[in-house]
């Protein structure tokens, strides 16, 4: 994807109005960017924090909300990269507000499915738990949500790497004997 060492940020709750929004942002200017619009927030944050701030516009002249920041260190996080996830008021013109103010700030809005790329980009996750991901997000019944999270833990990429192991070592066992038939060696004498 163009941009991977961009800062990006999106809502990541359902849109519409509800009790709270969430807004994640990641890349390595997250705590900075986030920093510019918001009062409150230490200057070197803990990992797995939560801090409450004031969002204000950029020129801090516009009060937006007042909100809960959770910010997460580089490597410890979802993506594997440093992540602020803003907790605000659940209004869609909050969320919008914050979103133009991150991007003004130095931000760019992310694509669909972004976040687990880069996750899947960064060693968080192999390709079939970034799969699972939409899977469970889209899951209709309790038996494909319980296959997506099974599947999210790492149970069939298990599966999967015990076969491989096995198919690896029978073929170097096939290519050995092979070789050294070439070479007139006998592995197994023949019962005659």
């Known amino acids: 994807m163009a941009g991977d060492r961009q800062t990006i940020c999106a809502v990541s709750t359902p849109s519409g109005f509800g009790g709270i929004s969430v807004i994640r ?13 918001s009062k409150g927030l230490p200057e070197i944050p803990e990992s797995h924090r939560v ?8 020129k801090f002249v516009e009060f937006i909300d007042q909100v809960l920041v959770t910010f997460f260190r580089e490597g410890q996080s979802f993506t594997g990269e440093e992540v602020v ?3 605000c008021h659940g209004n869609p ?13 130095g931000a760019r809005a992310s694509e669909r499915g972004e976040f687990t ?18 899977s469970l997000i889209e899951s209709q019944s309790q038996a494909a949500r319980s296959l997506a999270l099974r599947q999210l833990k ?12 096995l198919m690896v070592w029978c073929l170097a066992h096939i290519e050995a004997s092979i070789d050294f038939r070439l070479k007139g060696w ?3 004498p023949r019962a005659n």
């Open 25 to 37: 942002v990641s890349g390595t200017q997250a705590y900075g960017i986030v920093r510019k619009i």
């Open 51 to 58: 801090y409450l701030a004031s969002l204000f516009d950029l």
């Open 85 to 87: 996830e803003i907790s």
């Open 93 to 105: 013109l909050i969320c919008e507000t914050i979103l133009s103010q991150l991007i003004l700030g």
């Open 117 to 134: 790329y880069r996750a899947f980009m960064n060693g968080k996750l192999d390709l079939v738990q970034a799969e699972s991901v939409l």
């Open 154 to 165: 790492g149970h069939l990429s298990a599966s999967i790497a015990k076969m491989e192991d």
């Open 186 to 188: 006998k592995l197994f």
